[in-house]
C-alpha cells in the first residue's frame, strides 16, 4: 500500500535524521507508514548488526546499533522453548537438550545475571502474557527486539477454549483469574468485542446511534450532584436486578445540552421510583439534562451477537458469537494493561514487536486516569527508544512519565481505547518528561472507549519534537499538549511539524486536531507549522437526543459544538502557527486567552466554519506584563461556508489590543456580514465586511480577491 502525501517529510530519512527541516516535494510519492515500520524492523532485528550499521549509521539510532555488535549476548525467546535451556540457541538442537527459554522473564534475569549490556531475540508466535514484565535499573541498555524475518506477537491475556454452546444459543467458557481481576476487553480473531451493554452498539457503527439521553431531574438537584447522579426518562432502562460491575459510559456537562467530558462510572444503585442513576462520580465530572450514555457490563444486557459478560464469581466467560465459526476462533481475554514496564531501565529499546489484545485501562477520570497504565509504560528511565512496533487493541500504546530523551518512531498504534502515545508526568511528583522525539509514526483509530483522548499526549515536557507522524480518526484530539495544571505540568519549546491529521474530533463536541495548552500563564515559545490538516469535525447532541448536523458551526449558539483544526487554550501565549496547510475542517484556528501568538502563511480552505476564532474567556481579563496582541498575518483563506463567516473575535475583557490582522488574502463567498466582533468596533454593528473593520484600524492591509 502506498499513498500520496503533501506537505510533509519523507517519512524514513526524518526519522533517522530527526533534525532535518527540510520539506518533500509537494506530491512526492512515499512508502506508507507500515512500509517504514518493516524497514526499522530489518534495521533493528537481533542478528544483522552488518544490516543495522549499514542503514543506519550515523543517525539518531547509531550509537544503540554499534553497541550491539560483538560485546553483546543475544539469549533468545521462543514459544516453543523451555526456561530450564540455556536461551543461547535460537531453536533447539538436534538432540532436544539446549534452545531458547519460554518466557521473556526467563532471558531478562539470565541477562542481568551475565551483566553488561545484551540484547533479548523473540522468535515468532505467541505469547500469552498473564502479568507485567518489568524492567529496572539492572536492564539498561537492553534491547528487546524480534529474530529477523520473524514476527512475535505479545497478547495481553489469556487464549480462551474448551467453548460450549448453550440451549439459548450462548457460549460459554471457563477462565479462571485471580481474585478482583476481571476482562478488561474481549477479541476474537484479533477484533474487539462489545462488553454487554444497552442500548446495543449500532450495527453500522454510526456513533449518532446507540444513545440514551438524561432526563431533567425533578425536583431539580444542585449541580455539584451532578458527579454523583443522573436522572433518566421513564420506560428507558431494561430492568437490572444486579447492578454489581455495571457500568455508565457518558458525555456530559454542567449545562443542559453540554457534552465537553466523557467517563465511564461505576453504577452504586438504580432508583427507579425517582427515575435517577446513582454513581461513583469525580470531583470533576458533571452531567445535566441531555447528556448521553449507555449502560454496560450486566448480565442483563447480555443479548446482541458479538456482545461479553464475564462471571468473575463463577469463573465463566459468556459470549454470543457473530457467526458459528467460534470453536475455530482465536479468542483472546484482554486482562492486561500493562505488558513491559520500563522503570528507571535507561537506554532500552524495544523494536519490531506487536503487543496487542490488552485491557482498556489508561485514559478515564474515574480510577483509570491519564497518567496510568500504557502496553509500554516508561517511567523514570531516561533515553528509551521505541522502534517499529506494532500495537492494536490495547489501553494506552506508550506511555512515558518522568522519562527524558525518549524517542518513538516507526511505530503503528491503533485501535487503541484510549491514548495513543502520552508523554508526561505523574500527578504530584511533577517530574519532567524532556527531549521526546515522536517521529514518523502511523496512530489511526483513537479513544475507542474514553473520548476525550488523543493520538498523542504531552505535557511536562519541554523540547518535545512531533514530526511527520499520520494521525488518523481519533474520538477527539490529533495532538494535544501542554500545560492542565499550572507551572507543574508546564511546555516549552515543542515544534510540531510536517504531521498529517486526518478525521480529527469525530466523537466530541469540543475538541480539534491541534491543540495546546498554557495554565502555567507564561509564553511557550513553541511552534505548529507545517501539519496537514483535514476533516475535524465534531459529535454533540441536543437536549432532546437530536445531533447537530456534521460540519455545523453557529457562533450565535451556546452551548454548540466547537471543533478547529489547530487552537490554543488556557492562556496559552507565545505560540507561532504557521505554514499550515487546513482543509474541510470546521473553524481552522482558534485562539483562547492566550497573548502573543502569531498565526502566519497558513493555507486555509473548505471549512464549514469560521477561518478564525478568537476569544478572551479563557484568560477572563488577563494581561501580563509581557503581552503583545495576538497577530493573524499573510494568510490565505477560501471562504467556502454558506455563512461567509472569516473571523470571530469575542473579546469583551481584553478589548481591541487583543488581535490584530494584516495582510492576509481572502477569497470566495464573503459578505459585508464576514467579521464578528464583540465589543462592536464596526460601523454597522457587530458585523461587517472587510472594509468595515479596516475603518475600525483592526486590519492593515488584507485583500480580498476579487473584491468585495
Not at 549476548?73 to 538442537?93: E, Q
Request: aromatic share 8%; proline share 6%.
Amino acid at each position: 500500500m502506498r499513498r500520496r502525501f503533501e506537505l510533509i517529510l519523507s517519512i524514513l530519512p526524518v526519522m533517522l535524521f530527526p533534525q532535518s527541516g527540510n520539506p518533500a516535494p509537494v506530491g512526492t510519492e512515499i512508502d506508507a507508514p507500515e512500509r517504514l515500520q518493516m524497514l526499522v524492523r530489518e534495521a533493528t532485528c537481533a542478528e544483522a548488526p552488518a544490516t543495522l550499521s549499514g542503514k543506519l549509521n550515523g543517525t539518531s539510532l547509531s550509537d544503540v546499533l554499534s553497541s550491539s555488535a560483538g560485546a553483546r549476548t543475544i539469549f533468545y525467546v521462543s514459544p516453543d522453548g523451555k526456561d530450564t535451556w540455556s536461551g543461547l540457541l535460537p531453536t533447539a538442537n538436534q538432540q532436544g537438550g539446549d534452545g531458547p527459554f519460554a518466557s521473556i522473564e526467563r532471558a531478562r534475569d539470565a541477562a542481568r545475571e551475565k551483566g553488561g549490556t545484551n540484547t533479548i531475540a523473540l522468535g515468532k508466535g505467541d505469547y500469552y502474557l498473564t502479568q507485567p514484565i518489568v524492567f529496572d535499573t539492572r536492564d539498561r541498555g537492553l534491547i528487546l527486539t524480534a529474530r529477523c524475518n520473524e514476527a512475535p506477537i505479545l497478547h495481553g491475556g489469556l487464549r480462551v477454549r474448551s467453548w460450549a454452546q448453550q440451549a439459548d444459543g450462548r457460549w460459554t467458557a471457563p477462565l479462571k483469574l485471580p481474585p478482583d481481576e476481571g476482562v478488561g476487553d474481549l477479541f476474537v480473531n484479533g477484533k474487539r468485542q462489545t462488553r454487554a451493554r444497552y442500548p446495543n452498539a449500532p450495527a453500522d457503527g454510526d456513533p449518532r446511534k446507540g444513545w440514551l439521553f438524561a432526563a431533567k431531574c425533578e425536583p431539580a438537584i444542585d449541580v455539584w450532584k451532578g458527579n454523583t447522579r443522573f436522572c433518566f426518562h421513564a420506560g428507558d432502562l431494561p430492568a437490572v436486578g444486579d447492578t454489581s460491575g455495571l457500568v455508565v459510559d457518558i458525555v456530559g456537562g454542567y449545562q443542559p445540552g453540554s457534552q465537553w467530558g466523557n467517563d465511564t462510572l461505576p453504577v452504586v444503585s438504580i432508583d427507579g421510583a425517582g427515575r435517577t442513576v446513582y454513581t461513583k462520580g469525580t470531583g470533576y465530572f458533571f452531567t445535566a439534562e441531555g447528556s448521553r450514555y449507555f449502560l454496560t457490563g450486566a448480565k442483563a444486557l447480555l443479548d446482541a451477537p458479538g456482545e461479553w459478560w464475564y462471571d468473575l464469581v463463577a469463573g465463566q466467560l459468556h459470549y454470543i458469537p457473530v457467526d458459528q465459526s467460534l470453536p475455530d476462533s482465536v479468542v483472546v481475554a484482554g486482562i492486561l494493561p500493562t505488558f513491559f514496564k520500563l522503570d528507571g531501565a535507561d537506554g532500552m529499546v524495544v523494536s519490531g514487536l506487536e503487543f496487542r489484545d490488552g485491557a482498556p485501562e489508561g485514559s478515564g477520570k474515574f480510577y483509570t486516569e491519564t497518567r496510568g497504565f500504557g502496553a509500554i509504560r516508561i517511567e523514570h528511565a531516561d533515553g528509551v527508544k521505541i522502534l517499529g512496533n506494532s500495537i492494536e487493541n490495547v489501553g494506552v500504546g506508550v506511555h512515558v512519565t518522568e522519562s527524558k530523551d525518549a524517542l518513538i518512531a516507526g511505530n503503528v498504534i491503533a485501535d487503541v481505547a484510549g491514548n495513543g502515545i502520552y508523554v508526561g508526568t505523574n500527578y504530584g511528583t511533577f517530574g519532567k518528561s524532556n527531549g521526546s522525539r515522536i517521529l514518523s509514526n502511523h496512530i489511526h483509530d483513537i479513544g475507542k472507549v474514553y473520548i476525550e483522548t488523543a493520538g498523542i499526549w504531552f505535557q511536562a515536557a519541554d523540547n518535545v519534537r512531533i514530526a511527520d507522524n499520520l494521525i488518523e480518526n481519533t474520538a477527539q484530539f490529533g495532538i494535544a499538549g501542554g500545560s492542565l495544571w499550572g507551572s507543574n505540568d508546564a511546555v516549552y519549546n515543542a515544534v510540531i511539524e510536517h504531521n498529517v491529521i486526518r478525521n480529527a474530533n469525530q466523537q466530541t463536541a469540543d475538541g480539534g486536531a491541534i491543540k495546546m495548552m498554557g495554565e502555567q500563564a507564561d509564553p511557550l515559545n513553541s511552534t505548529i507549522r507545517f501539519n496537514l490538516v483535514t476533516g475535524t469535525g465534531h459529535l454533540m447532541n441536543r437536549v432532546d437526543g437530536t445531533f447537530w448536523p456534521p460540519g455545523y458551526e453557529n457562533t450565535s449558539e451556546w452551548p454548540s459544538p466547537i471543533s478547529w483544526a489547530i487552537y490554543t487554550d488556557g492562556k496559552a501565549s507565545g505560540l507561532r502557527i504557521e505554514g499550515n496547510t487546513l482543509s474541510g475542517n470546521v473553524a481552522a484556528i482558534g485562539i483562547n486567552g492566550g497573548w502573543s501568538n502569531l498565526v502566519a502563511g497558513n493555507v486555509i480552505t473548505h471549512g464549514s466554519g469560521a477561518a478564525f476564532r478568537v476569544d478572551d474567556g479563557t484568560g477572563r481579563g488577563w494581561r501580563p506584563p509581557w503581552a503583545r496582541p495576538n497577530r493573524i498575518e499573510e494568510n490565505v483563506v477560501s471562504v467556502d461556508g454558506d455563512s461567509g463567516v472569516v473571523a470571530y473575535v469575542n473579546a469583551p475583557d481584553l478589548g481591541l489590543g487583543f488581535v490584530q490582522f494584516a495582510r492576509n488574502r481572502y477569497s470566495g463567498n464573503l459578505n459585508d456580514k464576514s467579521f464578528r466582533v464583540h465589543p462592536e468596533i464596526m460601523r454597522p454593528g457587530e458585523f461587517g465586511s472587510l472594509g468595515d473593520l479596516q475603518k475600525a484600524g483592526q486590519d492593515t492591509g488584507s485583500v480580498v480577491t476579487p473584491p468585495e
